[in-house]
C-alpha cells in the first residue's frame, strides 16, 4: 500500500489526482464562488487507508442518510464501519446526494432561481 492515499485512485474522466485527501461535489450548474454554495456542496474526506467519509456541513452519510458525526474519541468500530466508503463508494454517494440537499426548503436550483428573481425585482 502507498502512502499516498489517492494514489491508486483511477477515474475514465478524472484529471489525475496525486496526494488529494478531499473533493469537494458542486449541485449541477454551480459555479465556485457563487453565494451560499458551501451550504449546498457536499465533501468526500479521506479518513485512512481505503477509507473516505461523506460530509456535508457538520454531518456525514451512514446507513440512515446525514447524521452528526460524532467525535473521535465517540467513533467505535461499528460506526466507521457504517459509515466510511471505500473512494468510488463515497464519490456515487456525494454524486447522487448533491443535488437533494435542502437549506430552508430549497435546492441549490431553487436557491439560486429565488435569489435572481429577488435581484430582478429590485432592478426594477
Known amino acids: 500500500m502507498t502512502a499516498n ?8 474522466d478524472a484529471v489525475s489526482v ?6 469537494t461535489y458542486l449541485p449541477d450548474s454551480a459555479v ?11 465533501r468526500v474526506a479521506w479518513r485512512g ?8 456541513l457538520g454531518y456525514c452519510w451512514g446507513p440512515e442518510g446525514w447524521g452528526y458525526e460524532p ?5 467505535d ?10 473512494i468510488q463508494e463515497a464519490e456515487a454517494i456525494a454524486l447522487r ?11 441549490w436550483i431553487e436557491d439560486r432561481r429565488e435569489r435572481e428573481a429577488r435581484r ?3 432592478e426594477k
Do not use: K, Q
Open 32 to 42: 465556485p464562488g457563487e453565494t451560499d454554495l458551501t451550504l449546498f456542496s457536499i
Open 5 to 12: 492515499p489517492v494514489e491508486a485512485f483511477v477515474h475514465d
Open 77 to 86: 468500530e461499528e460506526y466507521l464501519i457504517a459509515h466510511r466508503f471505500t
Open 49 to 56: 487507508p481505503g477509507s473516505w467519509a461523506v460530509l456535508w
Open 97 to 107: 446526494e448533491v443535488n437533494n440537499i435542502t437549506i430552508n426548503g430549497r435546492t
Open 71 to 75: 467525535g473521535s474519541p465517540e467513533r
Open 18 to 23: 496525486r496526494r488529494a485527501t478531499e473533493f
Open 120 to 122: 430582478s425585482a429590485s
